[in-house]
């Protein structure tokens, strides 16, 4: 498994089995043109997507850069081989050379199988928190 930052809309279109719904490449020229935006691939031996994880710096004035770990996938076939441990450490690797002072992740209580792997990956459990969110639809 080799895991590579994406830099290309055809390397970010190409890992669309992996994504929640059908990418689209205006969103993604977008994301690549955004400051602070990362998605890293991890592909099998054969060339194929096997998984990816994205961040996001998120900044602030009292407290500097940190990373949110925004979405993590991986595809069925290759789950429990440690794909998401490797593309969660590879995005903290990520984070320290761009000197953030931390990475933190949202997950639901109930994921088991992200729990396990943010675990594995160094995650220390901060707590429940409630999230709110404001739906604006549009596409």
Not at 84 to 90: D, F, N, S
Not at 100 to 107: D, I, K, T
Request: aromatic share 8%; with cysteine.
């Amino acid at each position: 498994m080799e895991i590579r930052r994406a830099t290309t809309v055809a390397e970010l279109m190409a890992a669309a089995p992996l994504y929640d719904a059908p990418p689209r490449e205006a969103w993604a020229e977008g994301f690549l043109a955004a400051s602070g935006h990362v998605l890293l691939i991890a592909y099998a031996a054969d060339g194929v997507p096997a998984g990816f994880v994205s961040g996001i710096e998120m900044r602030h004035p009292d407290k500097g850069v940190e990373m949110c770990l925004y979405e993590l996938s991986v595809d069925e076939g290759h789950r429990r081989r440690g794909v998401g441990r490797a593309l969660t450490e590879a995005l903290a690797a990520e984070a320290r050379e761009r000197r953030c002072y931390g990475m933190w992740v949202a997950v639901d209580t109930d994921n088991e199988a992200a729990l396990r792997t943010y675990g594995a990956a160094g995650a220390a459990d901060e707590g429940v928190f409630a999230m709110r969110g404001w739906a604006f639809g549009g596409a």
